[in-house]
């Protein structure tokens, strides 16, 4: 596949060893990341082309990944529009809708997806959903190139990556969250720093795991483990006092109306 990615950062690190695990050959995929020492890491890991500029050499790309910060997303577009052929283009650019990028690019070859950082460890989900022009064997390398670093939840509507971002693009940041309250708690208590973040991370991957793999509702897992007049009926005690679910949903809730902010402010350029 004849691949390019605008930006060479964690996403694109990422993405580059995913596909390289799954048999796809990356030596022939190029990568343009203005910061030369991070062209030469991603040239020596994957065997990947390095460019500090733009040129003619994306002429040939039949996909093109955006993977840059957002607040440099209309420059970096700019920059790359004219040298491009007919490509499809993958972005995982946050909160630059797709109109916003066909308007930047002229065409609707798009592929908007959001991914977390899961995708690091190739273990990420990412939501997707595909622009009108966006052909069947095209949608088809997206999957695959977007598979490579997890799962992908493809999405009819693309107003509905603002909750995906607000669920699973920003998740990884509650559940490390979580993950600290639980670790300091278990400092306060007594134990041992690396007793405490052994016992957390524990939890929380022992826990995630039952849950997808039994399939059944969480507040039936939950149940299962509150026993009556027990130590966690104690505890979820003092979460629910403290409206600690609804608060936590209305945060989540505040994540997606920002996403949708960020997407008019994007979109006015």
Same mark, same amino acid.
């Given at each position: ?34 910061? &030369? ?14 460019? %500090? ?78 622009? &009108?022009?966006?052909? &069947? ?35 990884? &940041? ?41 399939? %059944? ?15 966690? %009926? ?26 949708? %902010? ?8």
């Amino acid at each position: 596949m004849n691949l390019a990615f605008i930006g060479g950062g964690n996403m694109a690190h990422a993405m580059l060893g995913g596909m390289q695990a799954g048999g796809m050959v990356t030596s022939s995929m190029h990568v343009l990341e203005p910061d &030369a020492a991070k062209g030469a890491e991603l040239a020596r890991a994957f065997g990947v082309t390095a460019h %500090e500029h733009p040129g003619n050499w994306l002429q040939a790309a039949e996909v093109i990944v955006l993977a840059i910060k957002p607040q440099y997303a209309r420059e970096a577009v700019a920059d790359v529009v004219t040298f491009l052929g007919a490509p499809l283009v993958v972005s995982i650019i946050a909160g630059v809708r797709g109109a916003t990028l066909a308007r930047w690019l002229g065409h609707q070859r798009i592929v908007r997806a959001m991914p977390n950082t899961p995708a690091l460890i190739r273990a990420g989900i990412t939501g997707a959903v595909a622009l &009108a022009d966006v052909s &069947a064997s095209q949608h088809d390398r997206a999957d695959r190139i977007l598979r490579s670093i997890g799962k992908v939840l493809w999405l009819g509507d693309e107003a509905l990556l603002d909750p995906v971002t607000a669920i699973s693009g920003s998740g990884p &940041a509650y559940v490390f969250y979580f993950i600290e309250a639980l670790e300091q708690a278990g400092r306060e208590l007594g134990l041992a720093p690396e007793a405490a973040r052994a016992l957390a991370l524990g939890t929380f991957a022992g826990a995630a795991r039952l849950a997808r793999e039994r399939g %059944e509702d969480p507040a039936v897992l939950r149940a299962q483990v509150t026993s009556k007049g027990g130590t966690t %009926e104690r505890a979820l005690g003092e979460m629910e006092g403290a409206a600690l679910k609804a608060r936590f949903v209305e945060a989540v809730k505040a994540a997606c109306a920002r996403s949708r %902010e960020l997407g008019e402010q994007f979109g006015r350029d």
